[in-house]
């Protein structure tokens, strides 16, 4: 009897002993399960990383190559300006050399000395807007003005007029340059000057603090002339004043 009780107690320890050693299997194989289900995601962290690596890479690549191009057009337009000056600083010497006009001195020509008979529109014009760029407003009001008395009637005859009012304008002769640009709308009505000309009566007007009159013209700009460039300008400057 007492050999049975020894002999059950020994399979109930076996079977606990044994027990212990399957559960501590069990989890040693959770803890590798766990163990292997963070570095599949952490692999996965690492794939998705090096992927927008590349994209980014490629990205870079791509905005590099665009950003050379951009240059190389931009020298391009350089180079064709440079052309272009070279072209405009010849066409001058030819002036000069007409006029009997050296660099040194200025580039104001007397158009007392001028007929119709010799004058040449093309110089005449492009002197009297030299003297613009220049500042020489006087000389350049002198000299539009006397091509548009040779030349009343060409493609140029309304920028001439209306250069006449930029130069008043830019020497702060508002109403002066009103009247100027007032020409060129009645005058050259169908001129490419027109808009800018209205547009420019407008910011006289407010230079003059006449702003009532003022938003007339700018109202004109983008109700006339809705898809110019100086529509939304005029129509800024029509909201800003009270």
Known sequence: ??????????????????????????????????????????????????????????????????????????????????????????????????FGVTRSETSHVDTTTINKSSADPDELYNTAYLDYTRGNYDAAIEGFKSYLKYFPDTELSDNAQYWIGECYYSKKLYPDAILEFEKVTTDYPQGNKVISAIHKIGLAYESLGENKKAKEYYKKVFDIYPNAPEAKLARERFNSLP
């Open 1 to 98: 009897m007492k050999f049975k009780y020894i002999y059950l107690k020994m399979v109930i320890l076996s079977f606990i002993l044994l027990s212990v050693v399957s559960f501590s299997g069990c989890s040693g194989t959770w803890r590798w399960v766990r163990k292997g289900t963070k570095v599949d995601s952490l692999e996965l962290k690492v794939n998705r990383l090096d992927s927008l690596s590349k994209a980014q890479n490629q990205y870079l690549t791509e905005m590099n190559a665009d950003l050379l191009t951009e240059i190389e057009n931009i020298r391009q337009d350089i180079s064709q300006l440079s052309a272009k000056l070279d072209d405009n600083q010849q066409g001058m010497s030819r002036i000069y050399q007409r």
